[in-house]
């Protein structure tokens, strides 16, 4: 499985903004996809996750705010993002693995890893 995330860019306070990660190799099975982030000097953080049966979670951080979905047509996991912060500053990244659970955790462990896409929120 290869991800490349996209969509990134400069966005001010308040600001929308969708970000996509590309599954480049056909996937089979039952699986989750999650993004994460990581800002400068903290930790990763799970944002959200979407198993293949539908089921999603989310970080308190992204509730309300982000919605993440799978457009299997387009091979994409979408991360729509709204009410932009400046702590939402960070690199965003796409992830994958094989699940037969029915649903992903915030903290699953996950094989695959997209580079990122950089994501900067400011006035």
């Known amino acids: 499985v290869q991800l490349m995330e996209s969509g990134g860019r400069s966005v001010q306070p308040g600001g929308s903004l969708t970000l996509s990660c590309a599954t480049l190799?056909?996937?089979?099975?039952?699986?989750?996809m999650a993004w994460f982030r990581q800002a400068p000097g903290k930790e990763r953080e799970g944002i959200a996750t979407?198993?293949?049966?539908?089921?999603?979670q989310y970080a308190d951080s992204a509730k309300g705010r982000f919605t993440i979905s799978r457009d299997k047509a387009k091979k994409t996991l979408d991360l729509q993002m709204n009410d932009l912060k400046v702590e939402d500053t960070a690199m965003y990244y796409c992830?994958?693995?094989?699940?037969?659970?029915?649903?992903?955790?915030?903290?699953?462990?996950?094989?695959?890893w997209g580079q990122g896409t950089q994501v900067t929120v400011s006035s």
């Open positions: 190799r056909y996937t089979y099975g039952q699986y989750c």
């Open positions: 979407f198993h293949s049966r539908g089921t999603t």
């Open positions: 992830a994958a693995d094989s699940n037969s659970g029915g649903w992903c955790a915030l903290d699953a462990y996950f094989s695959y």
